[in-house]
C-alpha cells in the first residue's frame, strides 16, 4: 500500500504493508466531564440492552443524554437476549461499579425502580439512534412533563458514526463520556479477551509480528446482498475470497496472523485458511475452560463482546460487512490512537494509493470519535 506523496511515511511493517505512522502521542479528550447536576431527579428513564454489544453502546449513550437533559434518574438496562424470554440483568456482563462511577454527579442511576413507580405505567417512546437535543425538547419531554416515567425504545434506522452539528456542549460531553468512559465488560471477561489477544500476538511474534483482526461472519454474509456505493464503487460487504484477494494484492504476507469474529470454523473459510494458515476464530484460540461460557451457552452477546474488544486492540483491522460494529470498534481504536483500519475494495492497479483503503473515518476524520478526542 502506498500514500499520496504529502503524506509522510515512516512505518512498513514486515509483512510488507506500508502504514501511515500512529503519532504515538497520548490521545486526551476534548471535553471535560458535564458539571455536577445539582437539581432533585423529577422522574425515571428506563430501557433494555437488546441486539448486541454494539448496540448496547448506542442504546446507553442516548439514554444517559436523555436522562441528563431531563434531570431523571437512570434505572439500570436489563439485557434482552435474541431470544424470547432471555434476560440478564445489566451486572450480569458489565462493570456496574465502574458504569455508575462514572456518571456519578452527571445523571443518578440506580439499580431498580422505586415500588411506587413500577405500578405506574411507563411512557413508551421510540427513540432514533443518536437522539438530538431538538427530538428531546419537542417529543420527549412534553411527554415527561405528562408522565415522568419513560420507557425507551432506541430504533436504527441509521448506523453512521459521523459527527454532526452540535451547539449544546453539555449534551455533547455527555455523550462522549457515556460512549467512551462508562460501558466496559466485567473484569473477568475483559480477562478473557486480553488471552486471547495475547495468544494471537504470541502466534504473530513467529511471523511478521503482525495481527491483523477481521469482521468476517458468514451468518450475515449469507443474507446480505452486497451492492457498490460511492465514487469508489466499494460493496456493501466482502466474502472471504475477495477478502483473500485484498490481503494479497495490498501486500500482506502469507505469514500475517488473522483472527477471524467467527465463533466456529465453517468451510467457506478455508480459502482464507489457504492462503493464510494462521487465520483463527475464537474456538481456536480461547482457552478451553471458558469455551463453556462463551461459546456454547448459546449466549452470542458474550461472544461479539470478545469481538469488539480484541477487535478494537489488534494492530489492523479490517471491517469486511458494515454496520455499528465497524464503528464503533473505529470509536474505540481512534479514542485510543490505533488507526490502523482498512476497508476492502477492489484493487485494480498495483500503485494504488492507501486512501482508497484507509477507513473514511479516519483518512476524513469523520467519526464521531474526533469531536471527543484530539
Same mark, same amino acid.
Given at each position: 500500500m502506498r500514500v499520496a506523496d504529502s503524506t509522510e511515511m515512516t512505518e512498513i511493517t514486515r509483512a510488507g504493508v506500508e502504514f501511515q505512522e500512529e503519532s504515538g502521542e497520548e490521545i486526551k479528550p476534548c471535553w471535560s466531564k458535564p458539571r455536577p447536576n445539582v437539581q432533585e431527579s423529577n422522574g425515571f428513564v428506563t430501557?433494555?440492552?437488546t441486539i448486541g454489544p454494539e448496540y448496547h453502546i448506542s442504546q446507553i449513550t442516548d439514554a444517559v443524554v436523555i436522562a441528563r437533559y431531563l434531570g431523571a434518574t437512570l434505572v439500570l438496562p436489563e439485557i434482552r437476549g435474541n431470544e424470547l424470554g432471555k434476560r440478564r440483568k445489566f451486572e450480569d456482563m458489565y462493570d456496574v461499579d465502574k458504569f455508575?462511577?462514572?456518571?456519578?454527579?452527571?445523571?443518578?442511576?440506580i439499580h431498580s425502580l422505586p415500588d411506587e413507580v413500577t405500578a405506574k405505567k411507563?411512557?413508551? !417512546?421510540r427513540v432514533p439512534n443518536r437522539v438530538t437535543e431538538e427530538f428531546i425538547t419537542e417529543t420527549i419531554e412534553p411527554i415527561f412533563q405528562r408522565n415522568n416515567y419513560l420507557r425507551l425504545a432506541t430504533i436504527f434506522s441509521s448506523v453512521s458514526?459521523?459527527?454532526?452539528?452540535?451547539s449544546n456542549k453539555d449534551l455533547d460531553s455527555t455523550a462522549c463520556l457515556a460512549m467512551f468512559s462508562g460501558l466496559e465488560l466485567k473484569p473477568e471477561f475483559s480477562a478473557v479477551a486480553k488471552q486471547m489477544l495475547d495468544r494471537l500476538k504470541e502466534i504473530s511474534k513467529k511471523s511478521d509480528g503482525m495481527v491483523l483482526a477481521i469482521d468476517m461472519q458468514t451468518e450475515l454474509l449469507e443474507k446480505k446482498i452486497c451492492k457498490t456505493s460511492g465514487g469508489v464503487q466499494r460493496k456493501g460487504c466482502y466474502?472471504?475470497?475477495?477478502v483473500v484477494n485484498f490481503l494479497k494484492k495490498v501486500g500482506f504476507s502469507a505469514n500475517?496472523? !488473522?483472527?477471524?469474529?467467527?465463533?466456529?470454523?465453517?468451510?467457506?473459510l478455508n480459502t482464507l485458511k489457504e492462503a493464510f494458515p494462521n487465520t483463527y476464530t475464537k474456538d481456536d484460540i480461547m482457552p478451553a475452560d471458558k469455551k463453556g461460557e462463551f461459546l456454547k451457552s448459546g449466549d452470542s452477546y458474550l461472544a461479539r463482546a470478545l469481538d469488539l474488544k480484541i477487535c478494537s486492540q489488534s494492530d489492523v483491522f479490517i471491517p469486511a460487512i458494515p454496520g455499528l460494529f465497524y464503528g464503533h470498534v473505529t470509536g474505540k481504536r481512534i479514542a485510543s490512537g490505533l488507526t490502523h483500519i482498512i476497508v476492502p475494495a477492489p484493487v485494480i492497479s498495483t500503485s494504488a494509493l492507501a486512501s482508497e483503503f484507509v477507513s473514511t473515518y479516519v483518512s476524513k476524520k469523520s467519526h464521531l470519535a474526533y469531536s471527543c478526542y484530539c
Open positions: 430501557f433494555s440492552l455508575m462511577m462514572s456518571l456519578d454527579g452527571v445523571v443518578k442511576v411507563p411512557a413508551v !417512546i458514526l459521523k459527527q454532526k452539528e452540535s466474502y472471504p475470497q475477495e500475517t496472523t !488473522i483472527y477471524l469474529t467467527e465463533t466456529w470454523w465453517h468451510k467457506s
